[in-house]
DNA sequence: CTAGGGATTGTCT
DNA sequence: GACAATCCCTAGG
């Protein structure tokens, strides 16, 4: 995948503008926050427990919870007992299975929730190493620019900017302010 | 044991 | 803009 040594919070930025494909459907990364050891909103603040074991093992396996008793979030385990979670894909590969897996062709990877529905994430890869299939990794080309706001949608450490975008991309969940 | 809440989204108004 | 869907952890009796 890649060669990198910091936590979360240098993970983050690092995952924009790479490529993440799921048994070959996936896109450019446009949308993370990050989620550090010592954090209150992390899962891993009040220590290990069955749900986020994923995050106290080896640093780049996927960390996949259910959000809302619904939803899956896909996050990438760093060094540090935190985690990245991945907000919004720029669709690029397997554009119709995505759309058979959505219902539509609105959103497709726009949201954390959407964005494992279409790729086919679930707790079943909760745990699975990510330098190995279905999972693919590509380098990103140049330099992207990157923007960085409050993390959405948690109650604890609101002020932390920890929610990194690519600038002006269309398929962020939500505008940076 | 029970009650409450959350890193969300789709649908209806 | 409001609300339901519904799993897993946490807090408290």
Same mark, same amino acid.
């Given at each position: 995948?890649? *060669? =990198?040594?910091?936590?979360?919070?240098?993970? +983050?930025?690092?995952?924009?503008?790479?490529?993440?494909?799921?048994?070959?459907?996936?896109?450019?990364?446009?949308?993370?926050?990050?989620?550090?050891?010592?954090?209150?909103?992390?899962? !891993?603040?009040?220590?290990?427990?069955?749900? #986020? /074991?994923?995050?106290?093992?080896?640093?780049?396996?996927?960390?996949?919870?259910? !959000?809302?008793?619904?939803?899956?979030? =896909? #996050?990438?385990? /760093?060094?540090?007992?935190?985690?990245?979670?991945?907000?919004?894909? +720029?669709?690029? /590969?397997?554009? *119709?299975?995505? +759309?058979?897996?959505?219902?539509?062709?609105?959103?497709?990877?726009?949201?954390?929730?959407?964005?494992?529905?279409?790729?086919?994430?679930?707790? /079943?890869?909760?745990?699975?190493?990510?330098?190995?299939?279905?999972?693919?990794?590509? *380098?990103?080309?140049?330099?992207?620019?990157?923007? #960085?706001?409050?993390?959405?949608?948690?109650?604890? +450490?609101?002020? *932390?900017?920890?929610?990194?975008?690519?600038?002006? !991309?269309?398929?962020? !969940? @939500? @505008?940076?302010?």
């Amino acid at each position: 995948m890649i *060669e =990198f040594d910091g936590d979360a919070l240098a993970l +983050a930025p690092r995952l924009i503008g790479m490529t993440l494909l799921v048994d070959g459907v996936g896109g450019l990364i446009v949308e993370t926050e990050a989620y550090l050891r010592g954090d209150p909103a992390s899962h !891993s603040f009040p220590g290990p427990t069955p749900r #986020n /074991a994923a995050m106290f093992g080896p640093p780049f396996h996927a960390y996949v919870y259910r !959000s809302y008793g619904l939803h899956w979030c =896909f #996050n990438v385990v /760093a060094q540090d007992q935190g985690a990245v979670l991945i907000r919004a894909l +720029a669709p690029l /590969a397997g554009l *119709e299975r995505m +759309a058979a897996r959505r219902g539509g062709t609105t959103g497709l990877c726009t949201g954390p929730g959407r964005l494992t529905q279409a790729l086919a994430i679930t707790g /079943a890869l909760d745990g699975a190493p990510l330098d190995r299939p279905p999972f693919d990794w590509r *380098e990103r080309e140049g330099t992207p620019d990157i923007v #960085n706001g409050p993390r959405i949608g948690i109650t604890k +450490a609101m002020d *932390e900017p920890w929610r990194f975008g690519l600038r002006g !991309s269309p398929f962020l !969940s @939500r @505008r940076f302010a």
